[in-house]
């Protein structure tokens, strides 16, 4: 659903990473596909939330589902580590 991924990249341009997170869960649950555009943007909020093991598990988990990292999730996955 593209209102879906919409509201993902909503709450991560925000800054409301455990809004994003939370949109990010329900499409899961519903089996949602996700694409890297859902990906990258839960990963940007997790970035921008601190919250390094999830931005983390995310990429482990986009790249088990083959879905395509690009350079905005690459971007966020190396901002974040070095955070961590």
């Known amino acids: ?27 899961a649950s519903a089996r949602v596909q996700l694409n890297t555009i859902t990906y ?17 598990r995310l990429v482990v988990e986009m790249a088990s589902a083959r879905v395509q990292l690009n350079t905005i999730t690459y971007s966020a996955a190396i901002s974040i580590c070095v955070k961590g």
Not at 2 to 21: F, I, K, L, P, Y
Not at 49 to 55: C, E, I, N, R
């Open 1 to 27: 659903m593209a209102s879906d991924r919409v509201a993902v990249s909503a709450c991560q341009n925000g800054g409301n990473w455990n809004q994003a997170m939370r949109r990010y869960v329900e499409m």
């Open 40 to 56: 990258s943007a839960a990963v940007t909020a997790c970035d921008k939330g601190t919250q390094w093991s999830t931005a983390l």
